[in-house]
């Protein structure tokens, strides 16, 4: 079964330092996705992207974060100048269309440590 | 806005004991619900999902839950626990509202399964 793969499966480093998140979506898929869930709650949206541009995103997507699509396969997320709170596991998912959920799929995580 | 509400953080059961976690979510127009699991230091498993059709849907491991439009409930049940089903488990509604699909989470519900 086709996955989408995250890496590292956990980073960790200094405050103020930037971050990239790397994923790779199933390979038909359109649709991409970033999910963030701080330690001990509830896993939230932050963006969705799509023909190479932001479609949404949430009001913890700041100016701090950012998305490309730097190639054909990869997604990234970066952080510019990471804060004690960007501390998190971070899910990417992706699915074949915006409309629906028929084969949207979450990624493993990246388990993001500041410190 | 769509909302999914669990009320119990925390559910212990003894093995081989039944189990219900419960999820309720708020919305006005039809959806689609899910529910993941997340073992210790890893990502979100799909479990089951509801799209359509029948209300009572099977998922992985055993595990089933009943869609009920009137109660605005989507309940977690297996007959039997496992040591191995201790997880957090979480429940997930579709939002469609502001033109990007994705997912609302709940805030979970810790499974804990006792000798």
């Known amino acids: 079964e086709p996955e989408v793969t995250q890496t590292p499966s956990h980073q960790v480093t200094q405050m103020g330092q930037e971050v990239i998140l790397r994923c790779v979506p199933i390979s038909n898929h359109l649709y991409f996705y970033w999910y963030r869930q701080i330690l001990g709650q509830k896993v939230e949206f932050l963006v969705s992207?799509?023909?190479?541009?932001?479609?949404?995103k949430s009001e913890i997507f700041d100016d701090q974060f950012s998305v490309e699509r730097p190639d054909g396969s990869n997604f990234t997320l970066k952080i510019r100048s990471t804060k004690l709170e960007d501390s998190a596991m971070y899910f990417c998912?992706?699915?074949?269309?915006?409309?629906?959920?028929?084969?949207?799929?979450f990624g493993s995580g990246t388990r993001l440590t500041v410190v | 806005a769509q909302s999914v509400t669990q009320l119990d953080s925390q559910v212990p059961v003894f093995e081989e004991a039944p189990v219900e976690l419960r999820c309720n979510y708020s919305s006005s127009v039809s959806v689609y619900l899910f529910w993941y699991v997340q073992y210790p230091n890893q990502g979100l498993q799909l479990l089951l999902k509801y799209l359509s059709g029948s209300t009572l849907v099977k998922g992985i491991n055993g595990f089933e839950a009943e869609f009920n439009k009137s109660q605005t409930s989507f309940h977690l049940r297996k007959p039997s626990v496992h040591i191995s089903d201790t997880a957090e488990y979480f429940c997930?509604?579709?939002?469609?509202?502001?033109?990007?699909?994705?997912?609302?989470f709940g805030t979970g519900t810790r499974l804990k399964v006792l000798a």
């Open positions: 992207f799509y023909n190479n541009e932001i479609s949404e």
């Open positions: 998912a992706s699915s074949p269309s915006g409309q629906g959920p028929y084969g949207y799929t």
């Open positions: 997930a509604v579709s939002d469609f509202t502001s033109g990007t699909y994705k997912y609302i």
